[in-house]
């Protein structure tokens, strides 16, 4: 198994912030928007999920979402999860499945972070998945300007000049 053949068989897209996506579910109950506070605009799902493939080649780009966000492990090498809280903390995790040396297969990223990803190990991939309550809806998804992201974390220039597109 190799990085074109989940993308062929999954049948994954280009996603904005880099790497390869597809929706594999979306519940169909939701949540009524004035239920949800001031931060979301619109119902939402209560729930969603997601395939991500993220190659050694790219990465997935620092953005944030209004939701907690689920990472899980499937197959290929450790992916690397980069994260800023809005208090401006930078932390990272390992996620894979070499949990004797602190990889975990399951992550979740809280609601408002900035986060970015890359894998560890040249000439390879990372296949996880993403599940998101309440569920994804790109009028939550934000994907600064490097300059913007900098203006905020100017202690975080470094990662964040790497793991941004512009």
């Not at 074109?4 to 594999?24: A, C, R, S, V």
């Not at 401006?88 to 390992?94: E, F, R, T």
Request: proline share 4%; hydrophobic share 35%; net charge negative.
């Amino acid at each position: 198994m190799n990085q074109k053949d989940i993308i062929e068989k999954f049948n994954l897209q280009k996603h904005p912030e880099g790497g390869y996506f597809k929706e594999t579910y979306r519940s169909t109950g939701s949540i009524k928007n004035e239920n949800l506070g001031s931060i979301f605009e619109g119902d939402r799902n209560f729930s969603t999920g997601i395939y991500f493939l993220l190659t050694s080649d790219s990465f997935s780009a620092f953005h944030k979402i209004n939701q907690d966000e689920m990472w899980h492990f499937y197959a290929g090498t450790t992916l690397k999860l980069h994260m800023i809280s809005p208090d401006g903390d930078y932390s990272y995790v390992l996620i894979g499945n070499d949990i004797i040396n602190n990889e975990v297969p399951q992550f979740v990223v809280p609601a408002q972070y900035w986060f970015a990803a890359e894998v560890v190990k040249e000439s390879s991939f990372s296949f996880t998945g993403c599940t998101v309550a309440p569920g994804f809806d790109f009028k939550d998804f934000v994907l600064p300007e490097r300059k913007t992201l900098i203006e905020i974390f100017p202690q975080h220039a470094e990662i964040i000049t790497r793991l941004t597109h512009s």
